[in-house]
T-cell receptor, first 111, second 114 residues
Framework: DQQVKQNSPSLSVQEGRISILNCDYT??????FLWYKKYPAEGPTFLIS?????DKNEDGRFTVFLNKSAKHLSLHIVPSQPGDSAVYFC??????????FGKGTSLLVTP | DTAVSQTPKYLVTQMGNDKSIKCEQN?????MYWYKQDSKKFLKIMFS???????INETVPNRFSPKSPDKAHLNLHINSLELGDSAVYFC?????????????FGSGTRLTVV
């Protein structure tokens, strides 16, 4: 049973525009939520996280939003750059437990 | 300096063989993980060790046996390899089992069983 779901396998955005990646989860006990970025033949790289006590966290061009009532989080990238093209994984966990990952969304940023 | 290093990067082997994958981290972390990414790209937790103690053991065939000789190392031994074991295996580490600052992942070991 998959507790973290990314329903869009791919997304294409023009350079300079906003990229919005979405993620849903089913386990109400999750209290940490993270986004990872992955390039081919490399391991996932941590991007940004948010705890359940917040609804927004920003780091430069990246912002994560959490809607606990809807069990939904999203990652906004503004402005999108060609170097952002990668697979983005959403992950979530209860404190002290391992991260559960979604299947990833492949983002392509075109010039 | 590579923070989390896995060896080998690629492994091609025949069904029925026994193989090991090694992982080392130089970050001073005390918790290490093995994840499996299958053909559907789904990253799934297999095992976790905290201070050399097994703390997570998901539903994984007992042909898979992790070993942590010390906090900086977590190895994965697989007996009697099957075609379905073909996947990319990622090692990861963190401090104090804390997910908030993210796990640091290795670059993966692509295992192909023929």
């Amino acid at each position: 049973d998959q507790q973290v779901k990314q329903n869009s396998p791919s997304l294409s955005v023009q350079e300079g525009r906003i990229s919005i990646l979405n993620c849903d989860y089913t386990n109400s006990m999750f209290d940490y939520f993270l986004w990872y970025k992955k390039y081919p033949a490399e391991g996932p790289t941590f991007l940004i996280s948010i705890s359940s006590i917040k609804d927004k966290n920003e780091d430069g061009r990246f912002t994560v939003f959490l809607n606990k009532s809807a069990k939904h989080l999203s990652l906004h990238i503004v402005p999108s750059q060609p170097g952002d093209s990668a697979v983005y994984f959403c992950a979530a966990s209860e404190s002290g437990y391992a991260l559960n990952f979604g299947k990833g969304t492949s983002l392509l940023v075109t010039p | 300096d590579t923070a989390v290093s896995q060896t080998p990067k690629y492994l091609v082997t025949q069904m029925g063989n026994d193989k090991s994958i090694k992982c080392e981290q130089n970050l001073g972390h005390d918790t290490m993980y093995w994840y499996k990414q299958d053909s559907k790209k789904f990253l799934k937790i297999m095992f976790s060790y905290n201070n050399k103690e097994l703390i997570i053991n998901e539903t994984v065939p007992n042909r898979f046996s992790p070993k942590s000789p010390d906090k900086a190392h977590l190895n994965l031994h697989i007996n009697s390899l099957e075609l379905g074991d073909s996947a990319v295996y990622f090692c990861a580490s963190t401090l104090n089992r804390d997910p908030f600052y993210g796990y640091t992942f290795g670059s993966g070991t692509r295992l192909t069983v023929v």
